[in-house]
Nanobody
Framework: VQLVESGGGEVQAGGSLRLACTAS????????MGWFRQAPNNERIGISC????????YYLDSVQGRFTISSDSATNTIYLQMDDLSPEDSGVYYC??????????????????????????WGRGIQVTVSP
């Protein structure tokens, strides 16, 4: 499985950015896919995840109401629309999926922090910088 991320960049506080991630090599139509963030000297944490079949979603509390995740099953692409960004949202954003995890909350929470190594497929990461 290959995950290719796009979007990201630098924006001032209050601004918006949109991330995209396209997966190739998936062998199942039912999967969870999502975004993790890693800031300098911090753990890699689950931000938002989505299920391909029913659109079930999960959001970290701190991004609820500001971020929107969506998926396009026809292209195996997910999007993360990030609005009202703050400097605390800065970091490297990684796209992730795992063939054994279908539930978005599971993908984003069970493997958050020191457990992220348990997931199989990661993108290379994309930088998001929010200036004050």
């Amino acid at each position: 499985v290959q995950l290719v991320e796009s979007g990201g960049g630098e924006v001032q506080a209050g601004g918006s950015l949109r991330l995209a991630c396209t997966a190739s090599g998936l062998t199942d139509d039912d999967y969870a896919m999502g975004w993790f963030r890693q800031a300098p000297n911090n753990e890699r944490i689950g931000i938002s995840c989505v299920r391909s079949t029913d659109g079930d979603t999960y959001y970290l509390d701190s991004v609820q109401g500001r971020f929107t995740i969506s998926s396009d099953s026809a292209t195996n692409t997910i999007y993360l629309q990030m609005d009202d960004l703050s400097p605390e949202d800065s970091g490297v954003y990684y796209c992730v999926t795992d063939s054994d995890v279908w539930i978005p909350r599971s993908l984003c929470t069970y493997y958050s922090g020191p457990y992220w190594h348990g997931l199989d497929n990661w993108g290379r990461g994309i930088q998001v910088t929010v200036s004050p």
